[in-house]
């Protein structure tokens, strides 16, 4: 039967037969700095009985079983308990001091009084919840006037019996507190030469102001137990429910919370890589980043059944704008359908352990879903409904800004299998695109700049602890790249030489040189450009995006530039005595100091500036032809080679000459053979 609910509540939060885990997105892991390791082992989370209590981030989703299951809380975010019984609920710290403590009814949503973290904080908190009746708790030692008991005879003043405890338990710290500086002042008061050391009176002056202040709000607080009219309640009454007699804890099951508070941002100054034509942006392990580009723009994504429009950006409390092309000549999506499902990379774990089952779950928190039913028609528009930050729409974690992922699934005979993962950024606006971006597990960003060179990116940093956004920051950044591209009248090339006046890092990859700058204000120029190892001392140097728009040779950055190139396509062959291809042997082309040499097997299209040249074919070390040549024109240049010796020649040519008779006489003695 547990197993049934189980499944059951997760078939709610989820899209029926989606994988649980998102597959690019790897697991989260505390950064080195912060306290992040859990205070508990698996097995106590485990319980042994159907589940009494569910949890859920919004009151009209309440999916997430209570009992064995992880949850990570954000610090503003809010978490909801709907049971169908009455239960006993404790939140405390492990091996630490009851935080909260209260009675709350059946069949109706309550909100949990979360303990809230301070900045840079992060609570383990244990949830412990205990189905009871007024009976068991009265068997239990509980006497009829203990203000917790009366609170489920009477659900009104729930409320504000959790108060008074609170209340109670404050009032006690603080005079704990009072009478502990009370005892270092006296103590430094009597260390010898006390009065003349200013580190000392520092000390005490600092106690005592902190008493003063603690003395003002105590009178205050005692006041408000006095309107409420609360009772003390003991310490030993308030301990959690594993503690109570045996009676009641055969009911008891726990969940474990983790509750991050948020962080403040710091200046971040990127520190550049350049590698091939990746540009690698360094960062801490712990911090999300995300380029974005101000644009208002779709991303594509095409298959078998057409072509889908989807924003990369999104805000919160807006709409997303699905469009659905049908491109598929033929195509009837009549009937079939695909699944989005948005979701977090905020993990949710559940452990579960009955005689029947061992259940083990870890995955990515749902947000919002929808089903895209394919239409008749050509076009289509769907929408997705973003909640606010902290709310969910029907799923089981709340959103919050940074990286997201919709997972995108259908396994129709039309459609064909489909499952892949869309990345999305939350921001406070959707006028941007994502460009680039990098978890929090990983070292670094890193931008292609083979399909993007960036010219005003914004960029967006947000910090992560157990995957909860603690803050979220974006500044202006200048990228200092310029890409150079070689090209003729022809088209690309790839094969040249170019060096750079200037201290700047280069590289080069797939036929494109990346130039990194120090900032978008240092310029440099082209002292060299070297095509298949001969100098070319005439170019244009156009913008590859507005190919009318041209440059001197001082460049700057950021610029993704076309070199245009005036030069002759030269192809070279070699053919046999029977005007066969030869396919042995080396080309050399040289044009005074310059040289360049390939197998002939491999040659390619060469580019060659006007000059002349000397052109040879070696075998083996052997010059077999060679010629020198003017080239001012492309064209064909052609070597015929004398592959046969003079003895094959001469058999060769006996050869010929014997099946010549052969066949002369074949033919005097057939037809002699028919004439006769």
Known sequence: MRSFIIVFLLFISTILLLPLSLSQVDDRECP????????????????????????????ESISIPASGSTIVIGSEEDLFILSE?????????????????????????????????????????????????????????????????????????????????????????????????????????????????????????RLQNDNDRDNQVLP???????????????????????????????SFQKAFLIIVGEDSPSDFIPNYMLENNNLHIEKNTNLELALLEPTDGYRLLSGSFGTIEYPSVVSPGSEFIIRYNNTIQDFDPSGESIDFVLETTRKLRIYSQTEDLNLSIEKNGTIASTTLTLPDTQTGYFEITIPEIGESENGDSPLQYGL????????????????????????????????????????????NLAEYVPESPELFITGKSNGVTTFIHSQIIDIPIAVLSISDNIGPITNYQIEIEGDFTTSY????????????????????????????SNFNILDNSERDKTYSNKLGFPHDLLIIIDVNTIDISVLDEF?????????????????????????PRLKLPNGDY????????????????????????????????????????????ESVLIAFFSIRILSKYFRG
């Not at 052109?615 to 040549?629: C, F």
């Open 220 to 250: 205050t607080m005692e006041a408000q137990f006095e309107i409420l009219q609360c009772t003390r309640v003991p310490r030993d009454e308030q301990q959690r429910p594993e503690a109570r007699p045996t009676g009641v804890e055969s």
């Open 614 to 657: 000397k052109i040879t074919h070696v075998v083996n070390d052997e010059i077999k032809s060679e010629r020198d040549m003017t080239i001012s024109s492309s064209g064909l240049i052609q070597f015929t080679i004398q592959t046969l010796l003079l003895e094959d020649q001469i058999l060769t040519i006996a050869i010929i000459i």
């Open 579 to 603: 005007e066969q291809p030869y396919i042995d042997g080396q080309i050399i082309v040289e044009k005074g100091n310059e040289e360049y040499t390939a197998d002939l097997l491999e040659i």
């Open 32 to 59: 080195a700095s912060a306290a992040c390791e859990l205070p508990f082992e698996v097995s106590e989370l485990t319980n042994t009985m159907p589940d009494f209590a569910q949890l859920g981030f919004d009151e």
């Open 85 to 205: 019984q009455q239960i006993i609920v404790t939140m405390g710290e492990p091996g630490e001091d009851l935080l909260f403590r209260g009675i709350v009814p059946g069949r109706r949503i309550n909100q949990l009084e979360l303990p809230r973290p301070d900045v840079g904080e992060t609570l383990f908190i244990e949830l412990t919840m205990l189905e009871v009746t007024a009976d068991q708790l009265e068997r239990a030692g509980f006497p009829a006037d203990n203000p917790i008991f009366a609170g489920i005879n009477a659900r009104e003043n729930v409320d504000s019996v959790e108060n008074c405890i609170s209340l109670q338990n404050s009032i006690e710290e603080l005079r704990k507190d009072i009478q502990d500086r009370n005892k270092q002042i006296e103590d430094l008061r009597n260390q010898p030469g006390g009065f003349q050391n200013r580190t000392v009176q520092s000390m005490m002056a």
């Open 509 to 536: 990859f797939d036929g494109k040189t990346y130039v990194l700058g120090n900032s978008n204000s240092d310029t440099f120029s082209i002292s060299s450009l070297k095509v298949f190892n001969f100098e070319v």
């Open 404 to 447: 997201h992922f919709f997972h995108v699934h259908s396994n129709f005979a039309g459609i064909g299998t489909l499952d892949t993962y869309l990345p999305v950024y939350v921001a406070p606006s959707s006028d941007y695109n994502l460009v680039a971006y990098s978890l929090s597990s990983e070292e670094d960003l890193r931008l």
